[in-house]
C-alpha cells in the first residue's frame, strides 16, 4: 500500500511538472538583457542592437543600430556606418525597409538640365542585399534611359521609357511609355542609379509641360508603386520611395557550414531552426512550429498560447494549450468538430449513458491497473500462456512445423506468408472499427486494414471452429499461402494467437463481381469479352486450385460476390477453403444454404459431399448471371424463381437467347451462344459426373473469347470452318443435350430451401 501511494504521489508529481510552465507563460525577451528594444515604434530585436554589446558582432555590418530621437518626431533609426534609413525590421520573414530618395534630373523647356540629384545606397560587406523578389527599378518620364550599377561600376539592370503624342499616350501600367520598369537579380548589395537623357522629340510633348520637367530613377518595393494615374508625371521634386532588403547572417556561407561552430552559431534558443538564406549567402533562424519570440537568443522562442488566439486559431469547445501546439474538445457531452461555429452537437443519451459507464469503466480499470502492475510479471507470464493456448489451439504450431518443414523442402517455399499477431491486426483495422468493415458474410466479417507498412490489406475474422477441424486450417492455410495465381486473392497471412483466428489477404479495390453485374452505379464496360474474360479468368482459378494440390482445394462457396475485380477488371477468386472454416453441424449448414441460395449443388443438397463438380455447378451459375445479367435467385420477374430452372426451362423452349443481357445479346453470333449455352448446360447437370471438369470449362470459355475477338466475329458471324473448329465442336457433334424433367432440380419460388429459415 505504501508503494502505491509513492506511485501516487509520484504521478502528482509529475502533473504538475507538465502543467505549470504551460499555465505560467513568461514573455521572451526580444533584445539581449539591458539593451534598448525599440526606437519609436520599431521594435528592435536581437541580432540587431542600439549600442555596444547589444548587437550580434560577426565581422558583417548592419546588425548595429542608432536611434536619433533627440528633437525627431518619429525617431528616426538608421543603420551604422551606412546612415540608411529604416523603417522596419522583422525577425520573421528576415527583411528590413529602407527609404531613399528618388534620383533625378530636372530640365527647362528647352530641353536644358536644371537640376538633378544622385542618391545611391550602398550595402556593400552587410547582412543586407536588396530583395529581388519585391523590388524594380523604375524609371519615369521619356526619353529616358535609367539603370543602376554595382559597386564596380558595372552593369546591372536597367530600361528604357520613350514618348507618344498625348492623344496617343497609353495611361495605365508602367510599360515603357512615359514610364519603364525591369526586375533585379539576387545577391545585389549596391545601387548606384544613372539616367541617360536624349534630346527632346516632337512627341515629348506628350509628357512635358511648358514649366520645368523631371526625369527620375529608383529602385522601389513592388507594393507601394502602382503607376495608374500618372500622379508621379507632374512631380518636379524630390521623394523618398521605400525598398526592400533581406538580411540574414552572412559570416558564414549557409547552415551546414555554420552549425560546425556552435559558439559562432546564430540559432540560440532551443530548438529552433536554421533556414539558409534564399538571397545571397548566409542563413537566418526560425523557432519550431507552434513557438514564436527571437531564436537568436537563448530561451527566445516561447510556446504560442493558441487558446488566447481564438482569431487565428478558432476554437468554440474546450481549448487546451499544449506545448508547441493546442487541443480544442467539445465540451462534455456533446460531439463533433469544435474548430467552427455550432460544430458541437449534444450528444444522444444512450452514447452519453454509454460514456458514462466508458468513464465509470475506465476508473475502475485504473484502479485494477494499479493492482495489475505490482502484479505484472506473474500476469504477463499468464498472458504469454493464454496467447500461447490460443495459438496452439489454432493450430499455429503445427502451421509453424510446417512452415518450417516445407521450407526446408522448397527453398523458403512459404516466404511472404507471415503469422500476425493480434496487436498489428487491431493496429491496422484502427480495433475492427465499423467503418471499416468490407462486408459480412456467412463465414465471418472482413475488416479492410493497413498494416505499418502501408500495405491495405482485407481482414477476415471467422466464426468459431471445431476442434477436429484444427489440422485441418493448418494444412488450408499452408497450401492457400503457397498460392500464387494471379486469379485468386492472394493470403498473406494469419493470426492465431486469439480465440477467433483471423485471416490477411490482399485487398481488391473495384468491388465484387456481384457488385459490378447487379451495382446501382452503370458500369461502362460490360461488353461481351469483359464478361468473357472475368468468366474465363475465374474459371482458370478454380481450375488451378482443383489441380494444384491432391486432394484437390475446393472453394465451396462460388458465387459473384466471392468473385472480386481489381482496377483493370482482372477477377479475383476468393475466400477458397472457406468452407473448411465453415461450422460443419447440421443447423448451422441451414444458414449457410440460405446465404447462397441458387448456387448451390443440388447433388451436395443430398449427399452432403462436397466435390469439385460442386465447384463447377456454383460455376455454371456465375457464367449464367454474367450472360443474363440477372440475379442468381430474382424476385424481381413475374415467376420468382433460380435463374438456373429459368434458363433450363427457357433452353428446353429454344427462348433461351431471350434470357440474355441485352448488350451480349448484340454481340454474340448464334454459334457463340450454341457453344456458351452448351457449357452452361453441362455445368449445371444435375449429376456431378456429368459435369465438364473446370479444366475444361476455362480452356472452352477461353476459346469462345479468342472466336468472339476473331476480326470476322462479328455478330451473325458466317459459319466459316475456322470458326466451328475453333470450338473443337466435332468432338461433341452428334451429342444432343436434353432435359428431362429429372435432369433439373426445380427450384421453383425458391421456397424448396425454407427449411434455412
Ligand atoms: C510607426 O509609426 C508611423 C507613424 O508615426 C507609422 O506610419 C508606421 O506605420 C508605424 N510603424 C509600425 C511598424 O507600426
Ligand atoms: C508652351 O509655350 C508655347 C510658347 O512659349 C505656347 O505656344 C504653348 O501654348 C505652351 N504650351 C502649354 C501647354 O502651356
Ligand atoms: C499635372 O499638371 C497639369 C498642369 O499643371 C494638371 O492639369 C494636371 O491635373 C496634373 N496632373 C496630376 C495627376 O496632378
Ligand atoms: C530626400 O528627400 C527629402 C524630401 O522628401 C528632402 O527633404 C531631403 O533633403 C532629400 N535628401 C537628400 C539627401 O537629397
Ligand atoms: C555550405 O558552405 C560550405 C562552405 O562555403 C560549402 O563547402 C558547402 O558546399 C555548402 N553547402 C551547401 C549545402 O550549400
Ligand atoms: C567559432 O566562432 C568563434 C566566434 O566567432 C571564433 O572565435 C572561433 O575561432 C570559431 N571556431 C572555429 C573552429 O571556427
Known amino acids: 500500500m505504501a508503494l502505491a501511494a509513492a506511485l501516487l504521489f509520484l504521478l502528482m508529481l509529475l502533473h504538475v511538472l507538465v502543467v505549470a510552465p504551460a499555465s505560467a507563460r513568461r514573455r521572451p525577451p526580444v533584445a539581449r538583457p539591458g539593451c534598448r528594444d525599440s526606437c519609436g515604434n520599431i521594435t528592435v530585436s536581437y541580432p540587431f542592437g542600439i549600442g555596444a554589446g547589444c548587437y550580434r558582432n560577426d565581422g558583417q555590418q548592419g546588425f548595429q543600430l542608432e536611434c536619433h530621437d533627440s528633437g525627431l518626431f518619429p525617431p528616426r533609426l538608421t543603420v551604422s556606418g551606412f546612415d540608411h534609413h529604416l523603417a522596419d525590421l522583422s525577425l520573421a520573414s528576415g527583411e528590413a525597409r529602407a527609404y531613399l530618395n528618388a534620383t533625378r534630373e530636372c530640365f527647362s523647356s528647352t530641353g536644358g538640365l536644371v537640376d538633378r540629384t544622385n542618391s545611391y545606397m550602398s550595402l556593400q560587406y552587410s547582412v543586407y542585399r536588396f530583395s529581388d523578389a519585391k523590388n524594380r527599378l523604375v524609371a519615369l518620364g521619356c526619353p529616358n534611359l535609367g539603370y543602376f550599377v554595382d559597386g564596380d561600376g558595372y552593369y546591372v539592370s536597367g530600361c528604357m521609357s520613350v514618348c507618344r503624342p498625348s492623344r496617343y499616350a497609353m495611361p495605365g501600367p508602367c510599360t515603357g511609355v512615359g514610364c519603364c520598369q525591369s526586375e533585379i537579380p539576387a545577391d545585389i548589395s549596391f545601387f548606384g542609379p544613372y539616367l541617360r537623357n536624349f534630346p527632346p522629340s516632337k512627341d515629348s510633348t506628350a509628357f512635358t509641360t511648358n514649366a520645368t520637367s523631371c526625369h527620375y530613377v529608383f529602385l522601389v518595393e513592388d507594393e507601394w508603386f502602382t503607376y495608374t494615374d500618372r500622379v508621379f508625371l507632374n512631380r518636379t521634386d524630390d521623394f523618398a520611395v521605400p525598398l526592400v532588403l533581406d538580411w540574414a547572417v552572412r559570416n558564414i556561407d549557409n547552415c551546414s557550414a555554420a552549425g560546425q561552430n556552435a559558439t559562432d552559431f546564430a540559432c540560440r534558443s532551443v530548438g529552433s531552426q536554421c533556414v539558409d538564406a534564399t538571397n545571397g549567402p548566409g542563413y537566418r533562424c526560425s523557432c519550431p512550429k507552434g513557438y514564436d519570440g527571437n531564436p537568436y537568443l537563448d530561451r527566445g522562442c516561447a510556446d504560442i498560447d493558441e487558446c488566447h488566439l481564438k482569431d487565428e486559431y478558432p476554437c468554440y469547445g474546450v481549448c487546451t494549450n499544449t506545448p508547441g501546439s493546442h487541443t480544442c474538445q467539445c465540451p462534455p457531452g456533446t460531439s463533433g468538430g469544435a474548430t467552427a461555429k455550432n460544430g458541437c452537437r449534444p450528444k444522444d443519451n444512450f452514447s452519453l449513458a454509454l460514456k458514462t459507464v466508458v468513464g465509470v469503466g475506465v476508473g475502475v480499470f485504473m484502479s485494477v491497473f494499479m493492482c495489475f502492475w505490482l502484479y505484472l510479471g ?13 495459438f496452439e489451439h489454432n493450430g499455429g504450431v503445427i502451421l509453424q512445423q510446417q512452415m518450417r518443414s516445407h521450407r526446408g523442402a522448397a527453398e523458403g517455399g512459404a516466404s511472404g506468408f507471415k503469422i500476425f499477431s493480434e496487436q498489428e491486426l487491431v493496429k491496422a483495422t484502427n480495433n475492427f472499427a465499423a467503418d471499416q468493415v468490407l462486408g459480412r458474410g456467412g463465414h465471418g466479417i472482413v475488416y479492410k486494414g493497413v498494416l505499418e507498412d502501408k500495405t491495405v490489406v482485407a481482414i477476415k475474422k471467422s466464426k468459431m471452429m471445431e476442434e477436429s477441424d484444427i489440422k485441418e486450417f493448418a494444412r488450408e492455410m499452408l497450401i492457400l499461402s503457397q498460392i500464387n495465381h494471379r486469379n485468386v486473392v492472394k493470403l498473406l497471412g494469419c493470426c492465431l494467437d486469439i480465440e477467433v483466428p ?8 473495384n468491388g465484387t463481381l456481384y457488385h459490378f453485374l447487379h451495382g446501382k452505379e ?10 468473357l474474360r472475368i468468366a474465363a479468368e475465374s474459371a482458370e482459378a478454380l481450375a488451378y486450385m482443383h489441380s494444384s494440390a491432391s486432394p484437390p482445394i475446393l472453394h465451396g462457396d462460388v458465387k459473384t460476390a466471392n468473385i472480386l475485380l481489381d482496377n483493370n477488371l482482372t477477377a479475383k477468386v476468393s475466400d477458397f477453403g472457406a468452407s473448411k472454416l465453415a461450422p460443419s453441424d447440421e443447423v448451422q449448414i441451414a444458414t449457410l444454404v440460405q446465404g447462397t441460395c441458387g448456387y448451390l449443388d443440388p447433388e451436395y443438397l443430398m449427399t452432403c459431399q462436397l466435390t469439385d463438380k460442386s465447384d463447377v455447378y456454383s460455376f455454371g451459375v456465375v457464367l449464367l448471371e454474367l450472360l443474363t445479367g440477372k440475379k442468381a435467385i430474382c424476385f424481381s420477374g413475374p415467376e420468382d424463381r433460380s435463374l438456373v430452372s429459368r434458363f433450363v426451362a427457357a433452353t428446353k423452349a429454344g427462348t433461351h437467347e ?23 448446360t453441362r455445368c449445371v447437370s444435375v449429376s456431378g459426373e456429368e459435369r465438364p471438369a473446370m479444366k475444361e470449362v476455362a480452356e472452352r470459355l477461353e476459346a469462345l473469347r479468342r472466336y468472339q475477338r476473331r476480326p470476322w466475329g462479328q455478330a451473325g458471324g458466317n459459319d466459316s470452318e475456322e470458326g466451328q473448329s475453333l470450338f473443337g465442336r466435332d468432338m461433341e457433334r452428334g451429342v444432343e443435350y436434353m432435359f428431362g424433367p429429372q435432369d433439373v432440380l426445380d427450384l421453383e419460388g425458391g421456397s424448396t430451401y425454407t427449411l434455412s429459415l
Do not use: C, W
Not at 378 to 390: C, H, P, T, V
Not at 502 to 509: A, C, I, K, R, T
Open 658 to 680: 431471350k434470357l440474355l443481357d441485352g448488350q451480349v445479346r448484340k454481340e454474340m453470333g448464334p454459334e457463340a451462344l450454341e457453344e456458351v449455352t452448351h457449357i452452361v
Open 502 to 509: 483471423m485471416l490477411v489477404y490482399e485487398y481488391v479495390s
Open 378 to 390: 506473474f500476469q504477463k507470464r499468464k498472458l504469454i500462456k493464454a496467447k500461447q493456448n490460443f
Open 522 to 531: 452503370l458500369n461502362t464496360d460490360t461488353t461481351l469479352d469483359t464478361r
